[in-house]
């Protein structure tokens, strides 16, 4: 090989390196067959957090996963978003999860990953019901104490408050878009509002928030959905 070639090859590589993400810490190194430390925040069914135990949900088990291909242990710290998200931006923390929104107030302390799943939420249909074209006056089931009561509100319907939505309602139903199937909905046309869901990282840790997000966006919507419906089925049989 010439000299002059060998010498340009040399110079690509170095220049490729450069370009590398790079943690400001250590993070992914520390975590990669080290501890993961993770701020869970109660958000059902993305996250459960018993008052004894270890924490539930869909995304316990995809930072489960995570974890697992890291050769990690993971050590949960439960707390509200405000906390966590204080401590992932010192660094106490390596990630923050909780069904978290892309449009959160949190990016001065934490860096987002980029949205790996988007979740709708409905009106739907039990068998033998009709969803109308307008929803005025029309009675329709919602989980009470929730922001989907002021969406349905919005949409001029008649709030029929429950506990929970099990498709025997007999009367239209407001749910997420992974319960369709499982509770044998039929959606309609009615979208009450759309989430982005992220998970939030220490600022700055550039090659552990590519390895996050590298995990993340292999995940189909589907996984995702399968993951939901396996948490809630788990905690309706506890």
């Known amino acids: 090989m010439r000299r002059g070639t060998a010498v340009l090859i040399l110079l690509m590589v ?131 104490g929730t922001a989907d009561v002021a969406a349905l509100v919005g949409e001029g319907a008649t709030v029929v408050a429950v506990d929970e939505v099990t498709g025997r309602e007999q009367l239209p139903v407001v749910v997420g878009e992974w319960r369709l199937t499982e509770l044998g909905l039929t959606p309609s046309k009615h979208e009450l509002g759309a989430t982005d869901h992220v998970w939030a990282l220490p600022p700055g840790e550039n090659a552990w928030q590519s390895e996050v997000e590298h995990f993340l966006l292999k995940l189909s919507h589907d996984d995702v959905v399968r993951v939901l419906v396996d948490a809630e089925r788990t905690e309706a049989a506890r």
Do not use: F
Not at 69 to 94: Q, T, Y
């Open 14 to 144: 170095v220049l490729g390196a450069c370009g590398l993400p790079r943690d400001t810490s250590s993070t992914l190194a520390d975590v990669r067959g080290g501890v993961l430390h993770v701020g869970v925040t109660e958000n059902p069914p993305w996250v459960t957090v018993p008052d004894e135990g270890p924490p539930t949900g869909a995304e316990i088990t995809l930072v489960t996963r995570l974890a697992d291909r890291l050769g990690a242990r993971v050590e949960w710290h439960p707390g509200s978003e405000s906390e966590l998200m204080a401590a992932v931006k010192g660094r106490v923390l390596d990630l923050v999860v909780g069904g978290l929104a892309a449009d959160a107030p949190w990016t001065e302390e934490a860096s987002l990953t980029r949205p790996y799943v988007t979740m709708r939420t409905l009106v739907a249909a039990p068998a033998g019901v009709r969803v109308p074209d307008d929803l005025t006056g029309q009675r329709v089931a919602v989980p009470g």
